[in-house]
């Protein structure tokens, strides 16, 4: 009976978090009928409702609030816990999970992250690509990466990268028709390309600053796209103006492909960074990634 209540408890403590049966069955590798079965089953035992269901989300009950608030991080305990086993190891071992974007995965973490996998056979990764800002305990990541600037005030940051600047570039066709940009307020003047942020749903708004003035400027377009690498695309194919992180673009800006313009209203902050939750014991296995992601600057 105590396993079947465990299994049981682990199944609401997942719904409850994932919000959804589909992506909580997911996680768990089990069915959706199982699953909603093992919550009917606890429910029927606690002689309580937990959940309140509808056809698109579920939501707790104050019952189920309770319930979440006393055992939800208890599993989280038992997780670190077993984790931290891997100390008796004679290696490091488990699955370390990283919630980042396409492009700091390819120049950044793969690389750095490369030697650690064939030193230690035993360390898995799973990658999450993602531009939203990802709750990694809620969706249960080891740690995930973004700018400085954007990590939360409880979280260990750690910087994998250099201090980097945003770029507004286009193609030389593009510029052949229209006047270069002088000012963050000529950009109101041309077709830009717009990104969709996947967390507000707003459009991005670009930000400048040059000795001390700051400007934001709602830029309009022909194109609005959700993820980077698109927009590269329709930049190189002459469609528009784009402003993206440096690193982004710098390939095609040494070789010619992009024009760099606005480049003294474009200061630099603080690149990316691995971030994660300060209360969590690091295991051995993550404690190695984040001695090979750390940056360190070159001295002079």
């Known amino acids: 009976m105590l396993k079947r209540n465990l299994n049981d408890l682990l199944a609401f403590v997942t719904v409850a978090r994932k919000g959804t049966f589909t992506r ?10 199982a699953l909603s079965q093992a919550i009917r089953g606890l429910e029927e035992r606690l002689q309580i409702r ?41 290696k490091p071992a488990g699955t370390v999970r990283i919630t980042c974007g396409d492009n700091v995965l390819r120049t950044t973490l793969l690389p750095k992250l ?14 999450d690509m993602n531009y939203g800002f990802r709750d990694i305990v ?16 409880d979280m260990i940051a750690v910087p994998i990268g ?21 000012t963050p307020e000529d950009l109101m003047e041309h077709n830009c390309i717009n ?21 934001n400027v709602r830029v309009d377009g022909s194109l609005i796209f959700n993820t980077v690498p698109p927009q590269v695309d329709a930049a190189l194919a002459g469609l528009g ?18 024009v760099r313009v606005l480049e003294d209203w ?16 690091p295991s051995p296995a993550f404690s190695l990634v984040v001695q090979a992601l750390r940056y360190r600057a070159l001295s002079r």
């Open 195 to 215: 990104q969709r942020m996947p967390t507000s749903g707003g459009l991005y708004v670009w930000d400048f600053e040059r000795r001390g003035r700051k400007v």
């Open 138 to 153: 809620a969706d249960r990541f080891d740690a995930g990466v973004r700018l400085g600037n954007t990590i939360d005030k």
């Open 50 to 90: 937990l959940l309140t269901r509808t056809t698109r989300s579920i939501a707790l009950t104050p019952a189920g609030e309770r319930l979440m608030q006393t055992i939800g991080h208890r599993f989280e305990e038992i997780e670190a816990e077993l984790d931290a086993l891997t100390e008796l190891r004679d």
């Open 266 to 281: 474009c200061p630099k902050f603080a690149g990316y960074h691995l971030y994660y939750p300060s209360r969590r014991q």
């Open 241 to 258: 103006i784009i402003l993206l992180p440096e690193d982004e673009l710098m390939e095609h800006i040494e070789a010619g492909h992009l």
């Open 162 to 182: 250099p201090p980097l600047r945003m770029a507004v570039v286009a193609s030389p066709t593009y510029f052949a028709g229209h006047p270069t940009p002088k």
């Open 24 to 33: 909580a069955a997911a996680t768990l590798g089990v069915t959706q009928s």
């Open 114 to 127: 490369t030697p650690l996998l064939r030193d230690y056979p035993d360390i898995k990764f799973e990658f």
